[in-house]
């Protein structure tokens, strides 16, 4: 077969995750396998695991399509025969701590602390790297007042949200398949520097709009999951990481056009060097993110290897 051929074949492969492993896994080499819930993971987590890894040591990547592939891929291996510090499983916590779901727990799992990974990503510290980094701001002082206005903006978006973090919870809880991924933020939030973000659609009439699902939560099944969101102290426990880090980019994007109003003529204009999108942030904003000590903790424990 061709190398064009190959490349065209390669792109349309129905092989799953645990097919790929077992032809991959040799019990002479030292591999590292991974196994992650989707495309945006190993953004995420191989700087990590390459710099906790042994020199030499090889690693390869499982796309388990989402949560459940995951575990399901833990539980198809043989563990009196396969090495768990060799095959690592990441997973996002979601909502599984608050409806007291059980999954299996093992030493080369690894849960989220947060709701997801894309939590991580949303911070004063990131945001502040990205005005530097990636729009070019150099002032100290005008770095820190906008960050500071980010964060009260971040938490009068977590409250905003909360309608549809209750209703999500609800599907989950109630095991109703919902495509998440329709959902466009745009269309249900408006967000404008220095005023309150607020919500502009019916939700109820939106998710129905986008995602074709039917059922919806009578109020008192609302405020069941309201009041079970409610006394968590740390909103990135349940708010959905995508949500987050939408916010997080509107609000870098908005800020250009509006610093760039009153510029004299001949200077230079803030811009971004880099297009962020929702489908790009992971890529551009993890690589930047100080690894978080779970993590780091999970990587020594697992590869047996200092961090250096």
């Known amino acids: 077969m061709g190398f064009l051929e190959y490349l065209k074949n390669a792109a349309k492969s129905p092989v799953t995750a645990q097919t790929k492993f077992m032809q991959q896994y040799k019990q002479a080499d030292n591999s590292i396998h991974v196994f992650l819930e989707g495309k945006d993971d190993p953004s995420f987590y191989s700087n990590y695991i390459e710099r906790n890894k042994r020199k030499g040591q090889r690693i390869y990547f499982y796309n388990s399509k989402n949560k459940a592939g995951v575990y399901y891929n833990h539980s198809k291996i043989n563990w ?32 989220t602390r947060f709701y997801s990974i894309e939590n991580y990503l949303v911070s004063r510290t990131l945001f502040s790297r990205c005005l530097r980094e990636i729009f070019g701001i150099n002032d100290d002082k005008v770095i820190a007042r906008i960050s500071k206005e ?3 903006s971040l938490a009068e978006f977590h409250k905003a949200i909360e309608p549809l973090t209750s209703v999500l919870l609800y599907y989950r809880k109630n095991n109703i398949p919902v495509n998440l991924n329709n959902i466009d933020f745009n269309q249900i939030f408006n967000v ?7 919500v502009k659609s019916n939700i109820q009439q939106y998710l129905v709009k986008c995602t074709g699902v039917k059922s919806f939560p009578k109020y008192t ?10 006394p968590v102290g740390n909103t990135k426990l349940y708010v959905r990481g995508k949500c987050e880090l939408w916010f997080m980019i509107k609000y870098l994007n908005l800020l250009p056009a509006i610093m760039n109003q009153d510029i004299a003529k001949g200077e230079p204009k803030i811009k971004s060097c880099l297009n962020i999108t929702p489908n790009n942030a992971v890529q551009i904003i993890a690589p930047r993110l100080r690894i978080p000590m779970e993590l780091k903790k999970f990587l020594i424990e697992n590869l047996k290897k200092k961090s250096a």
């Not at 404008?192 to 607020?198: E, L, M, P, R, S």
Request: proline share 0%; with cysteine.
């Open 150 to 152: 980010f964060v009260k």
């Open 192 to 198: 404008n520097i220095g005023d309150k973000v607020t």
């Open 221 to 230: 099944e609302f405020k069941e999951c309201l009041s079970l969101i409610k």
């Open 80 to 111: 009196s025969v396969y090495k768990k510090e060799r095959i690592l499983f990441f997973v996002d916590k979601d909502f599984s701590d608050i409806l007291n779901e059980e999954y299996a727990s093992d030493q080369n799992i690894f849960v």
